[in-house]
């Protein structure tokens, strides 16, 4: 376990409180609490009287936070649970609505860190990536029991990745002969699979497979959708939602569902007036994401593909 205040840095801190706003008091929700950097954060500037519920599905994280924000314990409920279930897991303790919500789509520090988690290609251990270690499915099982056909599919939708199906026929060849058990035994696998040029990549040639494959053993896509229009319904007025995402395909649902929320007419662009009878429900606080800066880059190079969205209930 990682000493507490290094389990987790936190991201676009600053930002993030400028778009909350916590000392205006009232009902927080930290959806995605890992180490509980931004929740400290939170907590350091929410008035007496305020509280902050924290989110997390993984055990490890609840421990190392509630650790972490023992001095705040007054105002602060760990609640384990997957934040695609906030509104039933709030409900379920009486509460309906709420002034500010955080959710950070990231791999927490530790995670990657911590080699028997499984989610490193550059650290041996066995295949997990399990964000909920009580989950059925694990990495192993994907890359040992999805066909070529599924695992193509989640290269290409998930990461991005131009060589798919070369990396997963790769695959399938390979645990026809024993099965792929370990995370550095995947990584050279799927760099040779890739041809040469793109072999020496700044970023290492398994990057996107990983993603790809986490994304996949967490369902962290499905229903991502869903799970931001349940927060937003959870807002009261004047009420802020904000969302931290690190890659491309969480940036795309979260700058598209927002949008949704500010613009949410399906007249036909030719009608004369408005006959849907949609109206805005919340008004964009980034019109541009917000990004780090050099120094945190250099700080922290876990925040360079971060992208900070916000909104407030209307």
Known sequence: MAESGVYHVPILVDDVLSLLAPERGGIFVDGTLGG?????AVLSRLPEGS????????DDALKESTARLMRFSDR??????????????????????????????????HQLDA???????????PLDMRMDRTAALSAYEVVNGWSK???????????????????AGRIVSQRELHPIETTTELAELIKSAISGKFRNEPQHPARRVFQAIRIAVNGELDGLWDAIVSAHDLLRPGGRLAILTFHSLEDRIVKNVFRSFESPCTCPKSAPVCICGKTP???ILTRHPITADDDEQQANSRSTCAKLRAIERI
Not at 51 to 58: E, M, V
Not at 149 to 167: A, N, P, Q, T, V
């Open 36 to 40: 509980g950097g931004h929740a400290e």
């Open 51 to 58: 509280r902050l519920y924290g989110i997390d599905r993984d």
């Open 76 to 109: 602060f409920t760990a609640i384990k649970g997957n934040f695609f279930d906030m509104k039933e897991l709030l409900l379920s303790r009486g509460v309906p609505q709420v002034d500010g919500i955080l959710l950070d789509l990231g791999v927490s520090s």
């Open 115 to 125: 080699a028997e988690r499984g989610f490193s290609y550059q650290k041996e251990a």
């Open 149 to 167: 056909e599924e695992l193509k599919r989640i290269f290409y939708e998930y990461g991005e990745e131009r060589f798919s199906d070369r990396i």
């Open 281 to 283: 429900t919340a008004r």
